[in-house]
């Protein structure tokens, strides 16, 4: 045993992935009893549903026209979400590298703008949420403007950390061959931001996720959050579970996405830090 | 000789800690002029007046005739460490260089052949050919500062600033470099300014040596402790384009002997009167103070 639980233990390959899945399989076989047993008790349970009954929601919500509106409202919802998450957090991401390739530049703007971005950064973006529904109305414009408000601070802070760990001797020698601040900034700091800014991206989507959702459940008609608190009134866990599942599969997906993208484009970045 | 590199009365101070003091120094054309001296005692302070990092507390840094600009392609840069651009292939690097130093924007559209050939001809002046494809963080640190080097040259900077740049190679690469940029600066009649904390490279590099220390004396009394680095020493030196077994002659080891005494040891003070500032553009012009009470 102490070869596997050992504090020296050789756990890699194939024994690693195995171990991994236990607490997934454990998860779902406690389910599965769970529910079945509930199910026995009362068919018309809806806490526990069946795999079989979250399979019928799924085909119900995803590969069936709805009566009313003629929409896969599964495909909508993810679709609304994912313009609402994407806008949201592109916008920051470009304001960020903007912002903070400059305050790492220009310590005059740095000191000018880098007092506002860390105050805006301590604000809980939640508490400014009745603010943004009553400014911006209860459209999408809101609920961008917070994922927005969520991610920029923060992401703005770590590309200015970025910037400001380059070395100065990098910044010397560019101008020592010729490079205009604009050039410096452009061709030789954001190439060197880049890999560390997606890393922050990835830090911040789960955050976004959040304040997605959370204005989602006040206001929307259409959308994965809204869509789990509106039939949360019917105890409908058949859609809630699914939706739940999807949204993490997606969270999931969109980080090894970026970090694939990271090593591929940058490989650089991970090895020269060693 | 025509005059690069002009400092006339320089003080540096930060806070109230004088770091350079009274410096006066004028380099010509053509020169391989080697800087050591006791670390601490303000090298690479002095480097980056040259290089237009820093402003001068007092006196004038003039560069090509004018007041020492901020970094530009008037003078070349080698550092110790991250001079090159570790998201670029060696090959990228020296290109990037050449392109940027034509126009800043010119590295937007694709390179002429031109270019890469004229890159691709640094990369084997430095022999680095094989490598051209390499991350920097894939060489060892000789290759490193060869690639450097050939980054520095290809914008064909007026001079080249050096600041300890074979600091962190083990010895045999060490020598090996200090072979190759002797070479280098021979065929290619380069202008080098090289700072160093090691006697025996600066006297092996040099066709001038400048030893700059913080342990001398003048008539502000011995008690005063506020002193900055200042040159103690400057002379022509004979080894240029040697052989590394030259270190190992007598007048070599002579040499690095009364060196060490003039600017390494701080027990030994020499009267600022008495420094030995033989080379031909040498020249002091002393304050008031530091000969008040001349003897
Ligand atoms: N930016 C700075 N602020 C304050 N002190 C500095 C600064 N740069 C250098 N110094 C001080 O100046 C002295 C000389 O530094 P430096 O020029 O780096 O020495 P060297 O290169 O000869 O080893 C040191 O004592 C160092 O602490
Ligand atoms: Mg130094």
Known sequence: MSRFWGMHADVSGWKSKLVGIIPFVILIVVYIYASDARLADNPQDKLLPSFGQMYDAVERMAFTEDRR????????????????????????????????????????????????????????????????????????????????????????????????????????????????PAALLYRIILPQTLP????????????????????????ATEGLGYRIFLVRRYMAMDVIIPYVLWITLLGFLFDWILKKLNSSLFGWYREAAK | MEKLIEIKDVDKVYGDKVVLDNIDLNVSKGELCTLVGPSGCGKSTLLRLILGMERATRGEVIIEGKNAPRPNKQRGIVFQKYSLFPNLSVF??????????????????????????????????????HARDKKPHELSGGMQQRAAIAQALITKPPVLLMDEPFGALDPNTREELQVFLTELWEENNLTIFFVTHDLEEAVFLGTRLLVLSQYYTDDRGDGFDGRGGKIVFDKELKFKGASTEIKDTDEFKKLIKSIKEIGFEPRILQHVKDFNLTHPDSYQTLTEIEHRNSK
Not at chain 1, 79 to 100: N, Y
Not at chain 1, 196 to 219: K, M, Q
């Open chain 1, 196 to 219: 560390r800014a997606l890393d922050s991206l990835r830090l911040v989507l789960g955050g976004a996720w959040l304040f997605l959702i959370a204005s989602e459940a006040i206001a």
């Open chain 2, 92 to 129: 990228d690097n020296v290109l990037l260089a050449k392109r940027m130093c034509q126009s800043p924007w010119a590295s937007l559209r694709s390179a002429s052949s031109d270019e890469k050939d004229e890159a691709m001809e640094y990369l084997k002046r430095v022999r680095l050919e």
């Open chain 1, 69 to 180: 509106t003629g929409d896969y409202l599964f495909w909508k919802d993810t679709g609304a979400s994912l313009f609402r998450l994407g806008v949201g957090v592109g916008l920051a991401f470009i304001f960020a590298l903007m912002v903070g390739l400059n305050q790492g530049l220009y310590p005059g703007f740095n000191a000018g703008i880098g007092p506002f971005v860390t105050f805006v950064s301590m604000i809980p973006p939640l508490a400014i949420l009745p603010i943004l529904f009553i400014s911006l109305g209860v459209g999408e414009t809101a609920k961008i403007a917070l994922i927005f408000i969520g991610t920029a601070p923060i992401l703005t802070r770590d590309v200015y950390l970025a910037v400001d760990k380059i070395p100065s001797e990098q910044k010397v020698k560019a101008l020592t061959i010729g490079a205009t």
